[in-house]
């Protein structure tokens, strides 16, 4: 059996007035992130772990930000296609391990609902899906809550070909 490691890491300003997608759910939030999508970072980092995992390339090549297409796009289809380009090549997602990093709101009491979306995109249980939260101690861009970044690790693999 083949196995890879695939490293993901996003990151987006967030405005005023704007609505706030992370992991699949929107969020009460006075802020939100801006971006060419919906400008959820983590299903962004998750795909770029998943792709990267699987040498298929980054998200903005397969989903430009260039592409109109793509503007205003819920994220949760990203994480389908890729899931679906991994399938195709023979990948099966293990399991994820993802870290966003922000001042607010608070995202412990959302981290459930946020697995129960995410698991059906990616074929896999909620049990293979690790989100965890954390600030920025008000350092930086995070600190100053100008930015939302979010990392993820993913674990593919793939049986021995005969």
Same mark, same amino acid.
């Given at each position: 059996?083949?196995?890879?490691?695939?490293?993901?890491?996003?990151?987006?300003? &967030?405005?005023?007035?704007? #609505?706030?997608?992370?992991?699949?759910? *929107?969020?009460?939030?006075?802020?939100? +992130?801006?971006?060419?999508?919906?400008? %959820?970072?983590?299903?962004? +980092?998750?795909? !770029?772990? /998943?792709?990267?995992?699987?040498? /298929?390339?980054?998200?903005?090549?397969?989903?430009? =930000?260039? #592409?109109?297409?793509?503007?205003? @796009? !819920?994220?949760?289809?990203?994480?389908?296609?890729?899931?679906?380009?991994? +399938?195709?090549?023979?990948? @099966?997602?293990? =399991?994820? %391990?993802?870290?966003?990093?922000?001042?607010?709101? *608070?995202? =412990? $009491?959302?981290?459930?609902?946020?697995?129960?979306?995410?698991? $059906?995109?990616?074929?896999?249980?909620?049990?293979?899906?690790?989100? @965890?939260?954390?600030? =920025?101690?008000? &350092?930086?861009?995070?600190?100053?809550?100008?930015?939302?970044?979010?990392?993820?690790?993913?674990?593919?693999?793939? $049986?021995?070909?005969?």
């Amino acid at each position: 059996m083949k196995i890879r490691v695939g490293m993901g890491f996003d990151v987006h300003q &967030l405005e005023e007035g704007r #609505d706030f997608w992370l992991g699949g759910i *929107k969020l009460e939030s006075a802020k939100g +992130a801006v971006g060419h999508s919906d400008a %959820d970072v983590l299903i962004h +980092a998750l795909c !770029d772990a /998943l792709l990267g995992a699987a040498n /298929l390339r980054d998200i903005g090549f397969h989903f430009s =930000n260039k #592409d109109e297409r793509w503007r205003g @796009k !819920d994220s949760k289809f990203f994480l389908q296609e890729v899931t679906r380009l991994l +399938a195709e090549k023979g990948w @099966k997602i293990e =399991n994820a %391990d993802c870290t966003l990093c922000l001042e607010n709101p *608070k995202i =412990n $009491p959302h981290i459930p609902e946020m697995k129960r979306v995410l698991a $059906p995109l990616m074929n896999v249980t909620e049990e293979e899906i690790s989100i @965890k939260a954390t600030t =920025n101690e008000t &350092l930086g861009y995070v600190g100053r809550e100008e930015g939302v970044n979010a990392y993820a690790v993913a674990l593919i693999s793939k $049986p021995d070909a005969l």
